[in-house]
């Protein structure tokens, strides 16, 4: 039977080879596939430290280090990390706090894992965990 996949004629090694080449092929877009979604998935991760895994829960949280409290004005000063959900670089710059309780928790040279966001077209630090 010619059609027999396998058989030995030339019309079915030419096949056997026709099918070696499209597997390569869709092997050689899976990897594109792979590698353009790895991209994708460090650019969102930039703001993280070197010195912290990434984990999901805390996928949006920045490095931050506490330069000044102003507890009367329910504000405080942060040198902080890239903000990725903010698309800001790092820099040192003065948010709010949803909870003005949190400044009595905060104190200068504190380090924090923060995330930030704009409430009342305010930056607001919305989230913190403070780094031993
Ligand atoms: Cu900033």
């Given at each position: 039977?010619?059609?027999?996949?396998?058989?030995?004629?030339?019309?079915?090694?030419?096949?056997?080879?026709?099918?070696?080449k499209t597997?390569i092929a869709s092997f050689c877009v899976?990897?594109?596939?792979?590698?353009?979604?790895?991209?994708?998935?460090?650019?969102?991760?930039?703001?993280?430290?070197?010195?912290?895994?990434?984990?999901?829960?805390?996928?949006?949280?920045?490095?931050?280090?506490?330069?000044?409290?102003?507890?009367?004005?329910?504000?405080?000063?942060?040198?902080?990390?890239?903000?990725?959900?903010?698309?800001?670089?790092?820099?040192?710059?003065?948010?709010?706090?949803?909870?003005?309780?949190?400044?009595?928790?905060?104190?200068?040279?504190?380090?924090?894992?923060?995330?930030?966001?704009?409430?009342?077209?305010?930056?607001?630090?919305?989230?913190?965990?403070?780094?031993?």
């Amino acid at each position: 039977m010619r059609h027999t996949a396998g058989g030995l004629d030339s019309t079915g090694n030419l096949r056997l080879e026709n099918s070696v080449k499209t597997a390569i092929a869709s092997f050689c877009v899976a990897l594109a596939t792979i590698s353009s979604a790895s991209v994708l998935a460090a650019d969102e991760h930039a703001g993280h430290g070197a010195m912290h895994a990434a984990s999901p829960a805390d996928a949006a949280m920045s490095d931050g280090l506490v330069k000044k409290i102003d507890k009367s004005g329910g504000k405080l000063t942060i040198a902080h990390g890239p903000l990725a959900n903010l698309g800001m670089p790092a820099m040192t710059m003065v948010f709010r706090v949803k909870d003005p309780a949190w400044l009595d928790q905060i104190k200068d040279g504190d380090k924090l894992r923060f995330l930030a966001d704009t409430v009342n077209g305010s930056l607001t630090v919305v989230k913190f965990d403070k780094v031993k």
